[in-house]
Nanobody, 121 residues
Framework: VQLVESGGGLVQPGGSLRLSCAAS????????MYWVRQAPGKGLEWVSA????????NYADSVKGRFTISRDNAKNTLHLQMNSLKPDDTALYYC???????????????GSQGTQVTVST
């Protein structure tokens, strides 16, 4: 299993970024996928989830209405569109996979490098 995140960077408050995650080594279209993040000095925080077919999504209250998760199963790619970014969104963002195909159970902890998002003036 390999997950490679990209798209992070430095952005001003109110700005936007689009994160991507390229997946390989497993049947991407069979699994719930998630974005999680870790801010400096804090624990891992779940951000968003999407089911295997892309028809069902969930968001943490802290990002609801500002972030949109999506996936392209033909390209084995997961995305996170982040709008109206705030300094509190500053974190290392990871994409992670569910442990169980098709069902939403629990996700594996991050094993990739993640992509850094910094929201600052």
């Amino acid at each position: 299993v390999q997950l490679v995140e990209s798209g992070g960077g430095l952005v001003q408050p109110g700005g936007s970024l689009r994160l991507s995650c390229a997946a390989s080594g497993f049947t991407f279209s069979s699994y719930w996928m998630y974005w999680v993040r870790q801010a400096p000095g804090k624990g891992l925080e779940w951000v968003s989830a999407i089911n295997s077919g892309g028809s069902s999504t969930n968001y943490a209250d802290s990002v609801k209405g500002r972030f949109t998760i999506s996936r392209d199963n033909a390209k084995n790619t997961l995305h996170l569109q982040m709008n109206s970014l705030k300094p509190d969104d500053t974190a290392l963002y990871y994409c992670v996979r569910d442990r169980t195909p098709y069902d939403r159970s629990s996700y594996y902890p991050p094993g990739s490098q993640g992509t850094q998002v910094t929201v600052s003036t």
